[in-house]
C-alpha cells in the first residue's frame, strides 16, 4: 500500500458524484503527493492524539500495537491462512520474548488488508499493572524493549551487517526467516509504542539469503585426551566416558568409527580408560557451535583430561 492510499480511498468514494469527485481531485493536486507511507501517517496521528490527551492528562499513554505485513505472491488478497498462522505467529512471539530478555505473550486483534497486515497487541499481565511506578517516567515495556532490539537487528540483517553481538537471537529470527521461505512471504514489522513512537523493519528475500549463509557450518578440529571411568557401551560403536566421581563430573560419548576396534579393546563398564580423541565442532559463521563430536584416534598414556564442555 502506497502513501497515497487514503487519497485513493477519497477519490474511490466520490466515483459516483461526478461534481464532487472532479473538485476533490483538483484540492488533493493542489495538496501535491504524499511522501509519507500509511505507516508514518498512522504514527503522526497517534502522536498528535497522546499529545492533545496529555493536556488534561499528563499520565495518558496509548495502547501498544505490533502489525506484521506479509506481502508475497499468494497474499495480495488480505487473509491469513491457516498454515501461515501455525508457522509464523508462535516463532514470531518467541523471537520477541528473546529479544526482550523475558517471556512476551502476544495477542491477535485483526486482520486487514494491504497485502496481508496482523493486527497484535501484547497479552496485558494484571501483576505488572497493580505494581505502582518507581519513577515519574513511564519505564518501556518487555514488548516495546524486544521490539526496539528485533527492528534493530532486523535492519541489520537486511544490510548483510555484521550481527555476532545478537548471536543470542540469531536462532529465533532464523526460525522465522526459514517459515518465511517455506511460503515465499516477506515480512514487514512495524510497532507502535505507548509513548506515540514506531518502530519498523522487514525481512525480505534478501535478508533470509543472509541468514541463511550465517547458519551454514565449518568444521574446528582439535586433538585432546579424555581420561575415565566408562559408564556406558553400545553396540554401534559409542563409549561413554565420565570424568570423575561426582554426579556432576562431565562425561564424554566417544565413538568408535570401526566398532570392531572396541570390540578388540575388550573394554567393561566401570573400566578407567585413557582415550585421545579428535574433538569436532561445527560452528556457524556467528561462531555457535552447532554439534561437536568426539571420535577416538587411539589410546593415550595415563594423564589428568583437561575439561571441556560435553
Same mark, same amino acid.
Do not use: C
Given at each position: 500500500?502506497?502513501?497515497?492510499?487514503?487519497? !485513493?480511498?477519497r477519490?474511490?468514494?466520490?466515483?459516483?458524484?461526478?461534481?464532487?469527485?472532479?473538485?476533490?481531485?483538483?484540492?488533493l493536486?493542489?495538496?501535491?503527493?504524499?511522501?509519507?507511507?500509511? $505507516?508514518?501517517?498512522?504514527a503522526?496521528?497517534?502522536?498528535?492524539?497522546?499529545?492533545?490527551?496529555?493536556?488534561?492528562?499528563?499520565?495518558?499513554?496509548?495502547?501498544?500495537?505490533?502489525?506484521?505485513?506479509?506481502?508475497?505472491?499468494?497474499?495480495?488478497?488480505?487473509?491469513?491462512?491457516?498454515?501461515?498462522?501455525?508457522a509464523?505467529?508462535?516463532?514470531?512471539?518467541?523471537?520477541?520474548?528473546?529479544?526482550?530478555?523475558?517471556?512476551v505473550?502476544?495477542?491477535?486483534?485483526?486482520?486487514?488488508?494491504?497485502?496481508?497486515?496482523?493486527?497484535?497487541?501484547p497479552?496485558?499481565?494484571?501483576?505488572?499493572?497493580?505494581?505502582?511506578?518507581?519513577?515519574?517516567?513511564?519505564?518501556?515495556?518487555?514488548?516495546?524493549?524486544?521490539?526496539?532490539?528485533?527492528?534493530?537487528?532486523?535492519?541489520?540483517?537486511?544490510? !548483510?551487517?555484521?550481527?555476532?553481538?545478537?548471536?543470542?537471537?540469531?536462532?529465533?529470527?532464523?526460525?522465522?526467516?526459514?517459515?518465511?521461505?517455506?511460503?515465499a512471504?516477506? *515480512?514487514?514489522?512495524?510497532?507502535?509504542?505507548? $509513548?506515540?513512537?514506531?518502530r519498523?523493519?522487514?525481512?525480505? $528475500?534478501?535478508?533470509?539469503?543472509?541468514?541463511?549463509?550465517?547458519?551454514?557450518?565449518?568444521?574446528?578440529?582439535?586433538?585432546?585426551?579424555?581420561?575415565?571411568?566408562?559408564?556406558?557401551?553400545?553396540?554401534?560403536?559409542l563409549?561413554?566416558?565420565?570424568?570423575?566421581?561426582?554426579?556432576?563430573?562431565?562425561?564424554?560419548?566417544?565413538?568408535?568409527?570401526?566398532?570392531?576396534?572396541?570390540?578388540?579393546?575388550?573394554?567393561? *563398564?566401570?573400566?578407567?580408560?585413557?582415550?585421545?580423541?579428535?574433538?569436532?565442532?561445527? *560452528?556457524?559463521s556467528?561462531?555457535?557451535?552447532?554439534?561437536?563430536?568426539?571420535?577416538?584416534?587411539?589410546?593415550?598414556?595415563?594423564?589428568?583430561?583437561?575439561?571441556?564442555?560435553?
Open positions: 500500500m502506497t502513501g497515497d492510499s487514503w487519497r !485513493e480511498r477519490r474511490a468514494l466520490l466515483q459516483g458524484d461526478p461534481d464532487e469527485a472532479e473538485r476533490t481531485a483538483e484540492f493536486d493542489r495538496l501535491g503527493t504524499e511522501d509519507r507511507d500509511d $505507516e508514518e501517517i498512522e503522526e496521528h497517534r502522536a498528535s492524539r497522546l499529545a492533545a490527551t496529555r493536556e488534561y492528562a499528563p499520565d495518558a499513554r496509548l495502547d501498544e500495537e505490533l502489525q506484521l505485513r506479509l506481502t508475497g505472491p499468494d497474499a495480495e488478497g488480505g487473509a491469513l491462512r491457516f498454515q501461515w498462522g501455525d509464523l505467529l508462535q516463532p514470531v512471539e518467541h523471537m520477541v520474548s528473546v529479544a526482550a530478555g523475558t517471556p505473550q502476544l495477542e491477535l486483534t485483526g486482520i486487514s488488508a494491504g497485502s496481508t497486515v496482523v493486527h497484535a497487541r497479552v496485558a499481565i494484571a501483576s505488572d499493572a497493580a505494581e505502582p511506578a518507581a519513577l515519574d517516567t513511564p519505564t518501556a515495556s518487555a514488548a516495546s524493549t524486544g521490539l526496539g532490539t528485533l527492528t534493530t537487528l532486523l535492519d541489520a540483517v537486511e544490510a !548483510e551487517r555484521d550481527i555476532r553481538e545478537w548471536a543470542p537471537l540469531f536462532d529465533a529470527v532464523e526460525a522465522v526467516s526459514r517459515a518465511l521461505s517455506r511460503y512471504l516477506d *515480512l514487514g514489522v512495524t510497532w507502535y509504542d505507548a $509513548e506515540g513512537h514506531m519498523r523493519a522487514r525481512l525480505t $528475500e534478501r535478508g533470509r539469503q543472509y541468514v541463511k549463509r550465517l547458519r551454514e557450518t565449518k568444521d574446528r578440529d582439535q586433538e585432546i585426551i579424555i581420561s575415565g571411568r566408562i559408564t556406558e557401551m553400545r553396540e554401534s560403536g563409549v561413554k566416558v565420565k570424568t570423575g566421581t561426582a554426579k556432576n563430573a562431565p562425561a564424554y560419548d566417544v565413538r568408535f568409527e570401526e566398532p570392531d576396534e572396541l570390540l578388540r579393546m575388550r573394554p567393561g *563398564l566401570g573400566d578407567n580408560v585413557h582415550f585421545r580423541v579428535r574433538f569436532r565442532q561445527q *560452528l556457524d556467528m561462531g555457535i557451535a552447532r554439534s561437536t563430536e568426539y571420535t577416538y584416534l587411539g589410546s593415550a598414556a595415563e594423564q589428568t583430561s583437561l575439561p571441556l564442555e560435553p
